[in-house]
């Protein structure tokens, strides 16, 4: 916001000694060339509006009507600033409403309960101390074990809200296990591709149910993100799975790698370690219902 009043500054200074220069050394409609036979300036004095609107009008009443364009704009900018993300980079539509600085300000704007907004602002004061880079390899390089048996213990350190929990999670066991490490929820993804209901090629269908955890690649190369890509799909776009060079992280495309005709998600495909676990196209309610299952089974075995 700053930065667009202090550029509309600028051009309202520049203006005004444009017009002053015109004013001192051209004479009314006498035209100055500038380059011979191409271009010139003719100073022409505008007896209306912009574009010359409203110059048979009288002088009031263009005064009236400059007047009222002016408030009209003012609004305009008023309402805009309230519900576009102007200078904020961190806003968040909650609802129908668009709530700008949602991490700073805004937060208290927001129309979350004050235990909400509280555990918000704690989460964010004590994520801003990370050193994210270092987390980020740590985890990478972890077994998922010891991510499972520490990381979620020590996010309830600082956050009290709906902790989800994702990864290799395609059983009804893995959602208890989930719980078990302290979340409140499993969040699953690859188990759905495999449902008539999904909205990808059928040869992702069968890739999914021919793979291991094995065959997933981890990888920065086709977006500039680390994603986990099934390693017949990333052979099949003419890449050695076992040579990725690595990414230029400045340079993220969720498009194209480096404009080949391969494109993400439609020629080179994602899935999770789970991937193993799948071993049928099933609808999405049976998916559920096999899920539940499992979830009940578990806890019998446990004797919970």
Sequence with gaps: MRLAAWTALVVLVLDQITKLLALGHLAPGFPVPVVDGFFSLT???????????????????????????????????????????????????????????????????????PAVRAGFRRFFDTFGRYDVDREVERLDNAPFADVLKDYPAEVRRFFD??????????????????????????????????TPEASVPERYKDEI?????????????????????????????????????????????????GGAEKKVWRDIWSAGQGVGQIDAVIPVAEVVAKLMAEYAAARSRLAL
Aim: aromatic content about 8%; glycine content about 12%.
């Design 43 to 113: 100073l022409v004095m505008n007896p209306g509006l912009a574009f010359g609107m409203l110059s048979s009008t009288p002088t009031a009443w263009r005064w009236i009507v400059a007047l009222l364009s002016i408030g009209a704009l003012a609004v305009l900018a008023m309402v805009g600033v309230r519900l576009l993300p102007i200078g904020s980079v961190d806003g968040l539509v909650i609802g129908d409403t668009f709530v700008p600085e949602f991490l700073g300000r805004g937060l208290d704007r927001s129309p979350f309960p």
């Design 161 to 194: 809200g709906p902790l989800v929990l994702s990864g290799a999670i395609a059983t009804g066991d893995a959602v208890l296990a989930a719980q078990a490490a302290g979340a409140d929820l499993a969040y699953i993804g690859t188990r759905f591709l495999a």
């Design 209 to 257: 149910l021919k793979a291991s955890a094995n065959d997933i690649i981890y990888t920065d190369l086709f977006s500039g993100v680390h994603g986990n890509y099934l390693r017949h799909s990333v052979a099949a776009a003419g890449y050695d799975p076992e040579n990725l060079p690595k990414s230029d992280p400045s340079k993220m495309n969720f498009g194209s790698e």
